[in-house]
């Protein structure tokens, strides 16, 4: 016979629902972070504004590299901007490729009002694969993408169904964003996470009518091989599970990497491991970009 709940249970019950709700608008409707650079970050960029594929205006950098080997488009996490993919950027641009990073719908500088958390952003990274694609300085290049966090399964499944982007190199990706609420319940509600992961599901579903089981990297990734995917995650990363690495690169087809971080958490990369880091991601586009590339300089 279960006994009944007690008032102060129906209270803790509606509080977690309540923050269930919070943080589910919080997540489709994520404050802006600003985007500057100071003058000691000095970048040589061009302002970059195109449209998504389903019309919204998107604003970005475009940073072009003499000789360059390949274009690479970067996809930042959510609820943040092209700020966070600078440190790659500037790599890949002194490595000898061009570079264009942009901010997602709603987020930094673009237009939009709701965050899809991946489900709507896949427009985005095809509207800006196909602004990329129309600047001269890419013709006769190849074209990769990276992306962490949302912005990493953002480049899984969107790559799963655009050809033109040849490479994918993700970081802290999620393999469904079902997994992805899971362990965000689990960070913030601990002994509550189930109450409070179905509260945010419920109502999340107000402004993102989708089901979190849907929203699946791992359903798609298989689909861009015979192209190559390298997957950064951290070891000690709280926010989306080492779990969901492995079930991406399961899923995953050949030509694959995953290399696991053992001293980084989510998006950060520990001070030890940024070296080998840098120099995989840039040995990564630089083969997976080349053939097309190298034409550019034969006679």
Same mark, same amino acid.
């Given at each position: 016979?279960?006994? %009944?709940?007690?008032?102060?249970?129906?209270i803790?019950?509606? @509080?977690?629902?309540?923050?269930?709700?919070?943080?589910?608008?919080?997540?489709?409707? /994520?404050?802006?972070? /600003?985007?500057?650079?100071?003058a000691?970050?000095?970048?040589?960029?061009?302002?970059?504004?195109?449209?998504?594929?389903?019309?919204?205006?998107?604003? @970005?950098?475009?940073?072009?590299?003499?000789? #360059?080997? @390949?274009? $690479? =488009?970067?996809?930042?996490?959510?609820?943040?901007?092209?700020?966070?993919?600078?440190?790659?950027?500037? *790599?890949?641009?002194?490595a +000898?490729?061009?570079?264009?990073?942009?901010?997602?719908?709603?987020?930094?500088?673009?237009?939009g009002e709701?965050?899809?958390?991946?489900?709507?952003?896949?427009?985005?990274?095809?509207?800006?694969?196909?602004?990329?694609?129309?600047?001269?300085?890419m013709?006769?290049?190849?074209?990769g993408?990276? @992306?962490?966090?949302?912005g +990493?399964?953002?480049?899984?499944?969107?790559?799963?169904?655009?050809?033109? =982007?040849?490479? $994918?190199?993700?970081?802290?990706?999620?393999?469904?964003?079902?997994?992805? =609420?899971?362990?965000?319940s689990?960070?913030?509600?601990?002994?509550?996470?189930?109450?409070?992961?179905?509260?945010?599901?419920?109502?999340?579903?107000? *402004?993102?009518?989708?089901?979190?089981?849907a929203?699946?990297?791992?359903?798609?990734?298989?689909?861009?091989? /015979?192209?190559?995917?390298?997957?950064?995650?951290?070891?000690?990363?709280?926010? =989306?599970?080492?779990?969901d690495?492995?079930?991406?690169?399961?899923?995953?087809l050949? %030509?694959?990497?995953?290399?696991?971080l053992?001293?980084?958490?989510?998006?950060?990369?520990?001070?030890?491991?940024?070296?080998?880091?840098?120099?995989t991601?840039?040995?990564?586009?630089?083969?997976?970009? #080349?053939?097309?590339?190298?034409?550019?300089?034969?006679?």
């Open positions: 016979m279960k006994k %009944p709940k007690t008032v102060g249970h129906k803790t019950s509606l @509080g977690v629902a309540g923050a269930g709700y919070l943080f589910a608008r919080f997540a489709t409707h /994520p404050p802006r972070l /600003p985007v500057y650079l100071r000691s970050e000095a970048f040589p960029f061009q302002e970059a504004e195109f449209l998504s594929r389903d019309g919204l205006r998107l604003s @970005g950098w475009f940073v072009s590299a003499e000789e #360059a080997k @390949g274009g $690479v =488009i970067l996809c930042h996490g959510h609820p943040g901007t092209r700020m966070e993919t600078l440190s790659r950027a500037r *790599w890949l641009h002194e +000898g490729f061009h570079v264009l990073m942009f901010d997602f719908r709603a987020l930094g500088r673009s237009e709701v965050s899809g958390i991946g489900s709507f952003e896949t427009q985005d990274l095809l509207g800006a694969t196909d602004y990329l694609m129309q600047r001269a300085e013709a006769s290049l190849s074209l993408v990276y @992306g962490h966090s949302m +990493g399964a953002v480049a899984i499944l969107t790559a799963a169904q655009e050809p033109r =982007i040849e490479a $994918v190199a993700t970081h802290g990706a999620f393999a469904t964003l079902e997994s992805a =609420i899971h362990q965000r689990k960070l913030l509600a601990r002994g509550l996470a189930s109450l409070f992961e179905e509260s945010v599901t419920h109502y999340g579903g107000r *402004w993102l009518p989708i089901d979190p089981k929203l699946s990297p791992q359903a798609v990734i298989a689909q861009i091989a /015979p192209r190559p995917v390298l997957m950064f995650h951290g070891a000690k990363d709280r926010v =989306i599970s080492v779990n690495a492995y079930a991406l690169y399961s899923a995953a050949a %030509p694959k990497q995953l290399h696991i053992n001293q980084s958490y989510h998006i950060s990369i520990h001070q030890s491991e940024q070296e080998r880091y840098r120099q991601l840039v040995e990564f586009f630089a083969s997976a970009l #080349a053939s097309k590339g190298s034409s550019q300089f034969s006679t």
